[in-house]
């Protein structure tokens, strides 16, 4: 009997170690780079390895051998509310030469708020010769759903992500802009390749619809495709490859449900004529920030997509396979707080944004 109550404590001490050691240790680290940040939203890398990173109150900072800038000066006024506030920033593809960036924001105006885009030339922690190119429409009195990420393409096209204000009616409805992929020059020029160009009633700058809240775009540089990812409601966030002129369902289609719990209108997955998404989250992760990683500092990395998880806190790895997702793996759970931004550096490192009131950037580093 001693034996048998022996045998017993030993399988289930066996059992317990078992379950502690099954989280399996993360490939990589973050370390602090620069703290001191309200609520970071995006970065953009710039020459001499200055990091640009938009802070959604409204500040845009410079970090530069680890120090964190004052303010940068000549920044637009931006409307602070709810997910509203500064939003992306990218950088020219011929920054070196011209100097110019650009920044998504929310602005007041009549009618309520809308994501705005503005470029200007950046020197010495100053924004000169800002020029305002484009305003979402209409404002809303709304203060969620604002996009706001910012892509230049192969070609030199500059896409702009949107959000329908939480008003799901005007994500099919052409005629606005409100959730929506919108494609200019950089000048903020409508392309004359746009899809929606020259069609009666329609917003020449759309280059797709349907959609709900985009905060995530980024370049898949194998093929030069632009994929993106969109929050769903209570489930639902979805990954897609964007096509010119296509609609992505929101809210006719949709692997999510209404808050709360049952359908979004009908209830639908998949129609005719309506994009089916790539990948799809349920329960939701929150997605926010995107980037394809092909650098060589990280083992097996090359080729994997990166989004940061605003719900659970944590960095998730998608792995292709004839471009489509064949696995997941989530990293750094809990560890940074709410991740906001993902990006890849030119040294070939990630770095990330954490949406947090005393909020930090962070370079990943192989653990070993």
């Not at 100053?126 to 009195?141: M, R, S």
């Not at 920030?289 to 060589?296: A, C, E, I, V």
Request: net charge positive.
């Amino acid at each position: 009997m001693k034996k048998y109550w022996l045998y017993l404590c030993l399988g289930v001490l066996s059992l317990v170690l078992m379950g502690c050691g099954a989280r399996s240790a993360s490939p990589v680290k973050a370390t602090k780079v620069v703290g001191g940040l309200d609520h970071p939203w995006s970065m953009a890398f710039l020459p001499e390895n200055e990091i640009l990173i938009t802070e959604r109150s409204g500040q845009l900072r410079s970090v530069k051998k680890g120090k964190l800038s004052p303010p940068i000066t000549g920044v637009p006024k931006v409307y602070a509310q709810g997910q509203g506030g500064l939003l992306g920033v990218a950088a020219h593809p011929q920054f070196p030469k011209n100097r110019l960036i650009y920044l998504a924001y929310s602005a007041s105006g009549e009618g309520g708020a809308s994501t705005e885009l503005v470029r200007a030339q950046y020197y010495q922690g100053k924004l000169t010769n800002l020029q305002k190119l484009f305003i979402a429409l209409p404002k809303l009195e709304s203060a969620h759903h604002f996009g706001g990420r910012l892509l230049f393409d192969k070609q030199g096209y500059l896409y702009l992500t949107l959000g329908e204000r939480g008003q799901q009616e005007l994500a099919q409805d052409t005629s606005n802009h409100a959730g929506g992929v919108v494609r200019l020059k950089d000048d903020g020029r409508v392309p004359e390749t746009n899809p929606l160009r020259g069609k009666a009633g329609a917003a020449p700058e759309l280059f797709t619809y349907g959609h709900r809240n985009v905060q995530g775009i980024a370049l898949n540089p194998s093929n030069g495709q632009v994929w993106t990812h969109e929050h769903g409601p209570q489930g639902g966030d979805e990954i897609n490859i964007l096509k010119a002129g296509a609609n992505y369902g929101w809210p006719v289609i949709t692997y999510g449900e209404e808050y709360g719990g049952g359908s979004v209108g009908e209830g639908k997955t998949k129609q005719a004529g309506m994009e089916q998404p790539v990948y799809y989250w349920t329960p939701s992760i929150a997605p926010s920030g995107m980037t394809f990683y092909s650098g060589d500092k990280y083992s097996g990395w090359n080729g994997s997509v990166f989004v940061g998880s605003l719900k659970f806190s944590k960095l998730v790895r998608l792995t292709l396979v004839g471009g489509k997702v064949a696995a997941e793996e989530s990293l750094l759970e809990d560890e940074l707080g709410r991740i906001r931004d993902v990006q890849q550096g030119p040294d070939g490192y990630l770095y990330l944004l954490n949406d947090e009131s005393k909020g930090s950037l962070y370079r990943l580093e192989p653990s070993q």
